[in-house]
């Protein structure tokens, strides 16, 4: 592995990306701006030229109606608003403001409850940060977004939350038995291509009520720079790829373009830094994962010049709470999540516990 100091691998990775990116348009980005999409631009480049990073998943959810369901496919003359650096939109209400509101206004129309109806037990498993990880403040934001949506969808019910990080047992056991009743987050299927799925996806379409997207992740995927796999332009040049992939993560973004083994070989170690490492040294031809979690990786490792992302690949997902069919209460649990989490996009409160998590997760990262 390479040792340069921070500032080199900073310089190498910028001109190494310019060697890779599609050119960045001439117009200025600046964070806390409207910007106006030229032709050449990605979200990728738009993001470096504004923060100095790849990282584009803030301005993906600053943008999700305008960019559409593929961040692929910028239109030229979109408007797309540039948070600000702390993630904050440029109309002058800050992310705290919005979130201290929404908690005014709920806190006045909450009702007690009478009689007695049991606790709420969600689930949820830890080393995902920021997604979820007990050592976060909140336990990482998706936690925070369920507890959240609980109250602003109505619930009087008492609730706890624990963190079991035997991910895989979360479906396979703690809900169907009873043990928990909702368990955070999960990627949802394409359940009108059933027929492609493998049999822990297709559990999901049969088994589980899924609430309506908590979080809507970019999903990367990654290979060596200067690789055969760096500039392909579609899913079937996979075929025949090892392919990394977190042991207990889904793979549906894979099987719903047709690829599963043994078109594909998986390797499963347990964690970001492990895949994008099987990517370095050659144990893996590409790794897929969120675009928060593989750029955390890189940047971690110090190898931003090394492993890029595959541009053409990048899809978006979602992320849903998910309560099992056999719990009496499943559905009544699902529509109240979904009704707290419509009204956080709506009134903001959404965006701005989102963005304030992010913020604090990439100032810690720089930090160490």
Same mark, same amino acid.
């Given at each position: ?28 980005? %600046?964070?806390? !701006?409207?910007?106006? #999409? ?46 600000? %650096? ?12 919005? *979130? ?19 606790? *709420? ?20 934001? #998706?936690?925070?977004?369920?507890? !959240? ?23 396979? +056991? ?8 909702? +368990? ?95 990517? $370095? ?9 969120? $675009? ?6 890189? !940047? ?52 701005? *516990? #989102? ?14």
């Amino acid at each position: 592995m390479l040792t340069l100091t921070r500032c080199a691998k900073t310089a190498l990775a910028a001109t190494v990306a310019a060697a890779i990116w599609t050119p960045v348009a001439a117009t200025a980005q %600046e964070a806390c !701006t409207t910007y106006e #999409v030229q032709p050449g631009d990605s979200l990728g480049t738009i993001a470096f030229a504004a923060y100095g990073t790849y990282d584009y998943q803030l301005i993906f959810n600053a943008n999700r109606n305008t960019v559409g369901p593929s961040p692929n496919n910028l239109q030229v003359g979109s408007l797309l608003t540039l948070p600000c %650096e702390d993630g904050a939109l440029n109309d002058g209400q800050s992310l705290d403001q919005i *979130i201290q509101q929404q908690r005014v206004i709920n806190q006045a129309r909450r009702s007690d409850s009478t009689g007695y109806k049991p606790p *709420i037990r969600m689930v949820s498993g830890s080393n995902w940060a920021p997604f979820s990880d007990e050592s976060l403040d909140g336990g990482g934001f #998706v936690p925070i977004l369920a507890r !959240t949506a609980m109250e602003r969808g109505g619930n009087t019910r008492p609730y706890s939350l624990h963190y079991v990080n035997d991910w895989g047992s979360h479906l396979e +056991t703690l809900l169907p038995t009873g043990a928990f009743d909702v +368990t955070m987050a999960w990627f949802t299927p394409d359940c009108d291509k059933y027929d492609m799925l493998s049999g822990p996806m297709r559990d999901r379409c049969d088994n589980f009520l899924a609430s309506v997207p908590v979080y809507e992740p970019v999903q990367a995927y990654f290979t060596r720079a200067g690789s055969e796999y760096a500039n392909i332009t579609s899913f079937d040049q996979l075929k025949g790829a090892r392919v990394c992939r977190m042991e207990g993560y889904s793979t549906n973004d894979l099987e719903e373009e047709g690829l599963a083994p043994p078109d594909i070989t998986y390797i499963n170690p347990t964690l970001p830094e492990e895949c994008i490492e099987a990517v $370095l040294f050659g144990n893996a031809d590409i790794t897929n994962m969120e $675009l928060q979690s593989g750029t955390d990786a890189i !940047t971690k490792l110090g190898v931003s010049a090394e492993v890029v992302e595959i541009p053409s690949l990048a899809k978006v997902l979602s992320l849903s709470f998910m309560a099992h069919r056999s719990n009496p209460n499943a559905r009544e649990f699902i529509t109240m999540l979904n009704r707290g989490l419509n009204e956080m996009r709506e009134t903001g409160e959404w965006y701005a *516990i #989102v963005s304030n998590a992010l913020n604090e997760h990439n100032k810690m990262l720089l930090s160490q």
